[in-house]
């Protein structure tokens, strides 16, 4: 079984500045799909960043990028400038792929989030 | 257009009370998912129907019956709920495409429904 682990319950950053999360996960598969979500406290799940375990390019979204490290499974989430509208619960989730035998409907494997607070 | 609408907002309902919760979305998605979260947790899956079909059950008691009457929507009907199953309801939805074929598969979720059963 899959298996997400975000090692940061709560991380906190300075407006404008950089800050990273920690995501590692484990699976003996090859095809996956990885996500970040965030959560503000309207506790809307919105989508921030996706990475596709076959392609070696990092994911980017404006701010938002990833640092992939297949084989160390390690999968962090890089935000440059924080903004006060940063400031939310991020989750990390794992998806396999459908070459991998998985379904065309995915089942996610979540971790168990990060607090992130951003300071003014 | 990456809208996935739920209804009611909030929601606050005896344990002898029947209720439903409402999912809808227009971006022609074919898989539909129930996710239910508790506080400062990660959503655990409930249900998911692809293509108007129940494809997983979680496990999840009987006092939570999903329906999928058409591709756009997907209920969730509630009755006897006892205490502990006071949560945020996320409803989301995604592609559902064939098998083998590249692409990613992403849920985009509901703003939630909050549920309190008194």
């Known amino acids: 079984a899959q298996t997400v682990t975000q090692s940061q319950p709560e991380m906190s950053v300075q407006e404008a500045e950089t800050v990273t999360l920690s995501c590692t996960y484990d699976?003996?598969?090859?095809?996956?799909?990885l996500f970040w979500y965030k959560q503000p406290p309207s506790r809307q799940m919105i989508l921030v960043i996706r990475?596709?375990?076959?392609?070696?390019q990092n994911a980017t979204e404006n701010r938002f990028s990833v640092n992939f490290q297949k084989a160390a499974k390690s999968f962090s989430l890089k935000i440059s400038d924080s903004q006060l509208g940063d400031a939310a619960m991020y989750f990390c989730?794992?998806?396999?792929?459908?070459?991998?035998?998985?379904?065309?409907?995915?089942?996610?494997?979540f971790g168990q989030g990060t607090i992130l607070t951003v300071h003014p | 257009d990456t809208e996935v609408t739920q209804t009611p907002k909030h929601l606050v309902m005896g344990m002898t009370n029947k209720k439903s919760l409402k999912c809808e979305q227009h971006?022609?998605?074919?898989?539909m998912y129930w996710y239910k979260q508790k506080a400062k947790k990660p959503p655990e899956l409930m249900f998911v129907?692809?293509?108007?079909?129940?494809?997983i059950n979680e496990s999840v008691p009987s006092r939570f019956s999903p329906e999928c009457p058409n591709s756009s929507l997907l209920n969730l009907h509630l009755h006897a709920l006892q205490p502990e199953d006071s949560a945020l309801y996320l409803c989301?939805?995604?592609?559902?495409?064939?098998?083998?074929?590249?692409?990613?598969?992403?849920?985009?979720f509901g703003p939630g429904t909050r549920l309190t059963v008194l």
């Open positions: 989301a939805s995604s592609q559902a495409g064939t098998r083998g074929g590249r692409g990613v598969d992403t849920q985009y």
């Open positions: 699976t003996s598969e090859s095809d996956y799909y």
């Open positions: 990475q596709e375990a076959y392609k070696q």
């Open positions: 989730a794992y998806r396999r792929g459908r070459n991998a035998g998985g379904t065309s409907y995915g089942k996610l494997t």
């Open positions: 971006m022609g998605h074919r898989a």
């Open positions: 129907y692809s293509y108007e079909k129940l494809s």
